[in-house]
């Protein structure tokens, strides 16, 4: 099992829609979990960061975390073509490091 | 405030040939990153600092590659002999501690012919 899973997708939505982006994790011992977007040849960049469970929203992204199912989203509310990009899911496990996903491509077609 | 600096961000080299990666975190920055990025794939942690010493360096291939991390800010990343399949970007990251928010710098990408 890999420690951190996430659907390589691509995942496609007209703009406008809500793009919904998932991910799990292997360690129960997780504490920190973060949202990165990476364009094309560039690095990774952080969208958000959530450290307890529920909701956190922060302009059009809204970042949900569940720990008792190992289970952390990414929602992007009226997604724009500019949103299209491969997402990437961190976690710091309770081994105090912090590993990434394979990601998810997103497509957000005009 | 200056981000993550790394150099240099483009090399070609020989297999069999050595190649060095330099990075420096962001000021302050306890926790240093990093990571080797194949295309198409998530970054894969190499290896973790917290000021000088090591966190995990679990996935990091210590026949051939090294690093280190002196006086707990500038990192430099070694690879001795180079393999063709050690073509990647290499990512430096820096943070203020153990599971803070981390920041990248804009990588080096390493062809191996």
């Known amino acids: 099992q890999k420690e951190v899973e996430q659907n390589s997708g691509p995942l496609s939505v007209p703009e406008g829609a809500i793009a919904s982006l998932n991910c799990t994790y292997s360690?129960?011992?997780?504490?920190?979990f973060f949202w990165y977007r990476q364009y094309s040849g560039k690095s990774p960049e952080l969208i958000m960061s959530?450290?307890?469970?529920g909701d956190k929203e922060d302009g059009r992204f809204t970042a949900q975390l569940n720990k008792a199912s190992q289970y952390v989203s990414l929602l992007i509310r009226d997604s724009q073509p500019s949103d299209s990009a491969t997402y990437l899911c961190?976690?710091?496990?309770?081994?105090?490091?912090?590993?990434f996903g394979a990601g998810t491509r997103l497509f957000v077609k005009a | 405030e200056a981000g993550v600096a790394q150099s240099p961000r483009y090399k070609i080299i020989e297999k069999r040939q050595s190649v060095a990666f330099w990075c420096n975190p962001i000021?302050?920055?306890?926790?240093l990153y990093w990571y080797q990025q194949i295309l198409g794939q998530g970054p894969k942690l190499l290896i973790q600092?917290?000021?000088?010493?090591?966190?995990?360096d679990s996935q990091l291939p210590k026949d051939r590659f090294s690093a280190e991390r002196l006086k707990g800010v500038d990192s430099t990343l070694k690879i001795q002999p180079a393999k063709l399949e050690d073509s990647a970007v290499y990512l430096c990251a820096s943070s203020l501690g153990l599971g803070a928010e981390a920041f990248f710098g804009q990588g080096t990408r390493l062809t191996v012919v």
């Open positions: 961190a976690v710091h496990t309770g081994g105090f490091k912090t590993i």
């Open positions: 360690d129960r011992g997780s504490q920190s």
């Open positions: 000021s302050g920055h306890a926790t």
């Open positions: 959530i450290y307890s469970n």
């Open positions: 600092f917290q000021n000088n010493g090591v966190v995990d």
